[in-house]
């Protein structure tokens, strides 16, 4: 089921910009890492970018200078600002939230994925 919701994904032309969002529709506590990775049809998924609950940041080699991942706590809403995009960057793009309960229990949410489309 369809845990966290992504919007912000659309059709743009090479060089343009986007800025995907990743919302919890409540609450998600224990989230130690939110990450967006993206999945191309006929290709593997890879991961584009991390934010930990401390604010420490890293992006994939493919994306470091064009991609930023920030977080708005208040908002519970993390985003993937995107600039200067390319046809490779075409996929469909997906928010990943981990942590792990005062109980030692693993949480794994997804949320449904948004689509980028980038031509030429």
């Known amino acids: 089921q369809v845990q966290l919701v992504e919007s912000g994904g659309g059709l743009v032309q090479a060089g343009g910009s986007l800025r995907l969002s990743c919302s919890a529709p409540g609450s998600i506590g224990y989230i130690n890492v939110v990450a967006w990775y993206r999945h191309a049809p006929g290709k593997q998924r890879v991961l584009v970018a991390t934010?930990?609950?401390?604010?420490?940041?890293n992006c994939a080699d493919s994306v470091k200078g064009r991609f930023t991942i920030s977080r708005d706590a208040a908002k519970n809403t993390v985003y993937l600002q995107m600039n200067s995009l390319k046809p490779e960057d075409t996929a469909v793009y997906y928010c990943?939230?981990?942590?792990?309960?005062?109980?030692?229990?693993?949480?794994?949410?997804w949320g449904q994925g948004t689509q980028v489309t980038v031509s030429s």
């Open positions: 990943n939230a981990m942590g792990t309960t005062a109980w030692g229990r693993i949480l794994d949410y």
């Open positions: 934010i930990t609950n401390g604010g420490s940041t």
